[in-house]
């Protein structure tokens, strides 16, 4: 049986949702183990033992997260070593594909980034040229590295659970070649869901003219994430960590409310696998209306409003 | 006087997002026909050209070494890059590169690094944040992992003072200020400039410039550690997803808003 390793990196007081992903297609793959760096709840150790997790290699040194990925694509590499891990799975952000890079090289691994589901023999699926193609890929390498991104299927604890034993892994120094995280400052949490794993995202580009009130009640109406076009995180109207698009996340939610936004490839780039795609923009001319399963040529600032007021009687 | 700087730049040709973008051939790998500069990469070049002009530009000795492995048309990338302001271009082109994937990329492209500063190191490595193409962003990760070099990665700002470079990192729950020491591997977003066009003058400039080209054995790798044997993944099948189709389109009449949560609860989305 395949023995697979999920890298899960700072799980703080609970396990996220992505991360419970993780384990649970590890499973579907075969025997799962996890590498946890950073502080290790109770909780955190109970979820893992109820998701089935055979054995959790913790790393010799704290410091990790001082350096930029290369010490913990070390650790990985030291921990799949000592697992005799067929496949490692880690998360789909920007610093998940980096370990995973590294760490590919440090195994001579195969990496396959942005994978959406995978197969009992280890084939991934994924959307490639900005999600104009669906392919499956495979490593040619004994072992696999994959970094999976979230929603990509549904939690589910094992049938029986474990008691893992802990076992520590001596983390190679290459701190001399590596990056320095000197300073960090937190951002503030907003309340709404994460913009990468929302189920709705409504988003507002250079037609909210500096103002994003109307979408932000629209997405509190309906428990959206709120997203924006680069047009508007360059404006400095939101943080760019909400920008959506090519150089910004990709977004596969259920529903993507597009508000004063025209639709530029770069845009597109970044949702156009949603399920649905409402839009309002007030020129009929605009490209987002090529996608939109529902389009609406009108000022936002009419019909956002209305549309929230609606869901809130209906709702009662 | 600042030191002097040598920064390799990678730039990729790829295809024209603009245009409807194919996977052909048994590999599936991207149809290069109708390919430009990525312009990711264009905010490479110009991180690299701000640092060295800083420093009294190329008559000061500085360099800024454009490097692009690809197909005979990858040339054309390098051409805009000393059109733009590279000091000398280098193409690393040969057949048996074709369908590498990131890890025979990577190596390939160490190669090259390595090659090109045999007698004199390069400083920086300077990459986009991801190829318009491959979007992977392994490759930087993976130079750095081969060059046991440092990586920062997706940098919003870079700054570089006797021999260690600072970089803003804007993640999703922290922004991260990183310091590295000299050689690094550096790839920077969108985010970090403002690319400049090439002028006439630039255009005519880049006539007289150098560009090498280099085959596999000039750098010294074997065929056979790139392209699709060199790969460690390999793409098994590929479907061009059907092209999204419009849908219902109304224009508000001042209910346009009641109309859409109707939509909305006919799709089970509310
Ligand atoms: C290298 C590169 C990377 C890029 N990456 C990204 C990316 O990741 N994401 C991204 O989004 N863009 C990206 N862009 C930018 C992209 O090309 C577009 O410029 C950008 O998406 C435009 O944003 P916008 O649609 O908000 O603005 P505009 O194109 O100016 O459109 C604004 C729209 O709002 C409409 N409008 C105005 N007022 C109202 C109103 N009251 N009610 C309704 N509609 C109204 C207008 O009709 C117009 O269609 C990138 C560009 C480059 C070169
Ligand atoms: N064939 C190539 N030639 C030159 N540079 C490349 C090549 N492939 C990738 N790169 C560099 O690596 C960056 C990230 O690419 P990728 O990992 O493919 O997303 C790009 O922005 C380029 O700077």
């Known amino acids: ?316 | 006087m600042e030191e002097t700087l040598k920064i390799i730049v990678l730039v990729k040709h790829v295809p024209d997002a603009q245009f409807d973008r194919h996977l052909t051939g048994e590999a599936n790998t991207v149809d290069r026909s109708e390919s430009i500069l990525s312009e990711l990469d264009e905010y490479a070049l110009e991180a690299a050209l701000q640092l060295t002009e800083a420093r009294g530009g190329e008559a000061a000795g500085n360099k800024v070494i454009a490097l692009s492995m690809g197909p005979a048309g990858a040339v054309n990338a390098v051409k805009k890059s000393l059109q733009i302001g590279a000091t000398e271009g280098v193409h690393l082109s040969d057949e048996a590169l074709a369908g590498s994937d990131a890890a025979a990329t990577s190596l390939a492209l160490a190669a090259a690094i390595r090659h090109l500063g045999a007698d004199v190191p390069a400083d920086l490595i300077l990459t986009g944040m991801s190829s318009t193409d491959g979007e992977t962003s392994l490759v930087p990760a993976q130079l750095a992992e081969r060059l046991g070099l440092p990586q920062v990665t997706f940098a919003a700002s870079l700054e570089l003072d006797a021999g260690k470079l600072t970089a803003r990192r804007d993640g999703d729950t922290h922004a991260d200020t990183i310091e590295a020491a000299l050689p690094a591997v550096v790839s920077v977003t969108d985010q970090i400039n403002d690319p400049r066009y090439p002028n006439f003058k630039g255009i005519m400039a880049a006539k007289k410039k150098t560009i090498t080209t280099l085959s596999l054995a000039d750098i010294g790798v074997d065929a056979a550690q790139v392209g699709k044997s060199g790969s460690w993944t390999a793409v098994e099948t590929a479907e061009a997803r059907p092209p999204r189709t419009a849908g219902t389109i109304i224009t508000d009449e001042g209910d346009a808003g009641i109309q859409l949560v109707e939509f909305l609860a006919a799709q089970k989305l509310l």
């Open chain 1, 1 to 316: 049986m395949a023995k697979v390793l999920v890298f899960i990196d700072n799980p703080g007081a609970a396990l996220k949702k992505s991360s419970l992903e993780l384990l649970t297609i590890a499973r579907s793959l075969g025997e799962t183990v996890a590498a946890v760096n950073g502080e290790l709840h109770d909780d955190v150790a109970s979820t893992l033992a109820a998701y089935g997790t055979q054995a959790l290699y913790r790393p010799s040194a704290a410091d990790l997260d001082d350096y930029l990925v290369g010490p913990k694509a070390a650790f990985l590499a030291a921990a799949a070593d000592a697992a005799g891990a067929d496949v490692v799975l880690a998360e789909n952000s920007a610093e998940g594909k980096e370990i995973a890079a590294r760490l590919g090289i440090r195994l001579g691994a195969g990496v396959i980034t942005d994978v959406v589901a995978v197969d009992p023999d280890g084939t991934a699926h994924k959307s490639v040229l900005a999600g104009s193609y669906t392919t499956t890929a495979k490593a040619t390498t004994p072992v696999s590295v994959l970094t999976v991104k979230p929603n990509s299927v549904t939690p589910e604890p094992a049938v029986t659970g474990t008691a893992p034993e802990s076992i520590p892994v001596q983390v190679p120094d290459v701190t001399a070649a590596a990056a320095r995280v000197t300073a960090r400052t937190e951002k503030p949490a907003s309340g709404r869901p994460d913009l990468s794993e929302a189920r709705v995202v409504v988003a507002g580009g250079r037609g909210v003219d500096g103002n994003f009130g109307p979408l932000e009640e629209l997405a509190d109406a309906l428990g959206a994430a709120i997203g924006a076009s680069r047009a508007a995180t360059d404006a400095g109207w939101i943080g760019h960590d909400a920008q959506i698009g090519q150089t910004g996340k990709t977004v596969a939610p259920q529903l993507y409310i597009s508000a004063g936004i025209s639709g530029a490839i770069q845009q597109k780039a970044g949702m156009q696998t949603a399920k649905v795609i409402v839009a309002v923009n007030k020129d009929a001319e605009s490209p987002v209306f090529e996608i939109a399963d529902f389009g609406i040529v009108g000022d936002l600032f009419q019909v956002l409003p209305q549309a929230t007021a609606e869901i809130k009687k209906r709702r009662g």
